[in-house]
């Protein structure tokens, strides 16, 4: 990663950290609030510090990067040349335009992970494979923002919040782990079988097919658990790119509990969440580099805008229009699964041999 872009990328976290301090409204108190909000700002800024330096160190130790715009992997550097890691590479135009709509989209309350796998997918600007990589790197910035932004508003019991929030962490950092050692085919199919479901879920919220949930803004015990259990798979599930607003929403409406407390806990499991895991990827290199940095320069301002500027925007059409295109993008990922051969066991062993040398 060039030294510009690492300083771009810490200049963008302490702009971010600043900016939301600076413009969210004041919590009252010591509270669990203003905890989660210091952890948010400290997550922040270690992520534009810790991402960089483990760039830094793959490049010096001439491990390749993976690049986009092709399916083959990255060449190999030889000891006749420099190292040319992708991630010394700079975000396109169009990483950064699939990054700005995207989270303004998020913002919004419509998604980013499906709009970008469609994008990315439709042009074919990376490998299947390190598509889900590609997402929890390069979201976590714009999420962290949106966290900042939105949780400080909205009640909740702090011992569901803490509890939610740290089994999604768990759930993201051991399915980052499995996911980085899938052979592609398998990481295409569970790509579409995600989009397949995404496309559901917002066919259902277009139709208000959606749960209405309770007024409740605390779980008893066995809901509780539940709560907990069912926030670990999706943490786990957020690392082969299935959202996990969507499926978290259901599930707490279901068991009683009111929508708008359900927000501070989407909004605080995928924050954290989506750095922890996504540093296992780029531990691994399973994702693009220059694609994630462009999500996450073009990220932030949109969430940004969105937050503070847009206050209202009609989005039925909008709405469905990406149902459109998630839907397609789901059929060209299972056509793609479908017609290639499974891998050969060398090169799925490859696979796991670059996870397990480059792991922590």
């Not at 900042?148 to 509890?163: G, M, N």
């Not at 990481?187 to 066919?203: P, R």
């Amino acid at each position: 990663m060039r030294r510009g872009l690492r300083t771009l990328l810490g200049a963008l976290g302490l702009a971010i950290v600043g900016i939301t301090w600076y413009l969210t409204p004041a919590v009252s108190g010591i509270g669990i609030t203003r905890l989660v909000l210091g952890l948010l700002a400290a997550m922040t800024l270690w992520f534009v510090w810790r991402w960089p330096q483990l760039e830094q160190q793959f490049t010096a130790a001439g491990e390749p990067g993976r690049d986009g715009g092709s399916a083959a992997p990255a060449p190999v550097a030889t000891s006749s040349a420099p190292p040319d890691s992708a991630s010394a590479r700079g975000p396109r135009v169009f990483d950064l335009v699939v990054g700005f709509i995207t989270n303004f989209l998020d913002t919004l309350g419509i998604g980013n992970f499906a709009p970008t796998t469609a994008a990315l997918k439709f042009t074919r600007r990376i490998p299947d494979e390190d598509i889900p990589g590609t997402l929890n790197v390069g979201h976590a910035l714009p999420v962290l923002t949106e966290a900042l932004i939105f949780i400080a508003a909205i009640v909740v019991d702090p011992r569901l919040l803490i509890a939610m929030i740290g089994a999604s962490i768990l759930g993201a950092w051991l399915g980052a782990g499995v996911v980085a050692r899938m052979p592609r085919r398998a990481i295409q199919v569970g790509m579409g079988v995600a989009l397949a479901v995404a496309a559901v879920l917002f066919v259902a919220s277009n139709l208000n097919w959606m749960p209405v949930g309770g007024s409740a803004t605390s779980l008893p015990g066995t809901q509780f658990l539940v709560a907990v259990a069912g926030n670990f798979v999706l943490g786990a599930l957020m690392t082969l790119g299935i959202g996990l607003y969507a499926p978290c929403l259901i599930m707490l409406s279901l068991l009683g509990l009111s929508p708008r407390a359900v927000f501070p806990i989407m909004m605080g499991s995928c924050a954290f969440l989506m750095p922890i895991g996504g540093l296992r990827f780029v531990r691994t290199r399973r994702y693009s580099a220059p694609v994630a940095l462009g999500l996450a320069i073009g990220g932030p301002p949109a969430v940004l805008i969105a937050g503070y500027l847009i206050k209202e925007i009609p989005l039925v059409w909008l709405r469905w229009l990406v149902v459109c295109v998630v839907v397609y993008a789901a059929a060209m990922m299972l056509n793609s699964a479908r017609r290639r051969r499974p891998e050969t066991d060398g090169e799925t062993l490859a696979v796991g041999a670059r996870s397990a040398r480059m792991g922590e």
